[in-house]
């Protein structure tokens, strides 16, 4: 089993930047691919980015491309979102995920990905 626990999430001014962490337990990441999710109010839950167990493969969606950045420090079992030009748009709560699996194909969709954190906010003022 795999917790994990989101942090850093927010409120900052469209234009900003934050820094959300996602510390893993349990198991090392080190073998996992590592994810983030957002979901807005009243909306479905959507893929933001990945980064594959190796670091040779990350996705981002094509709204935070240019402005997100997913990175991981396995020593510290921790992965990271760098969100930077935040818009307000991007307000939302951002979810980390954890799978193993090896085939990538599906790694945008939630069924994918087997473990879960709880979730940090958000909120972008304009």
């Known amino acids: 089993q795999v917790q994990l626990v989101e942090s850093g999430g927010g409120l900052v001014q469209a234009g900003g930047s934050l820094r959300l962490s996602c510390a893993a337990s349990g198991r090392t990441i080190s073998n996992y691919n590592m994810g983030w999710f957002r979901q807005a109010p009243g909306k479905e839950r959507e893929f933001v980015a990945a980064?594959?167990?190796?670091?040779?493969?990350?996705d981002y969606t094509d709204s935070v491309k240019g402005r997100f950045t997913i990175s991981r420090d396995n020593a510290k079992n921790t992965v990271y979102l760098q969100m930077n030009s935040l818009k307000p748009e991007d307000t939302a709560v951002y979810y980390c995920?954890?799978?193993?699996?090896?085939?990538?194909?599906?790694?945008?969709?939630?069924?994918?990905?087997?473990?879960w954190g709880q979730g940090t906010q958000v909120t972008v003022s304009s």
């Open positions: 995920a954890a799978d193993r699996d090896f085939s990538l194909a599906d790694w945008h969709t939630e069924p994918f990905w087997n473990y």
């Open positions: 980064i594959s167990w190796n670091d040779r493969n990350t």
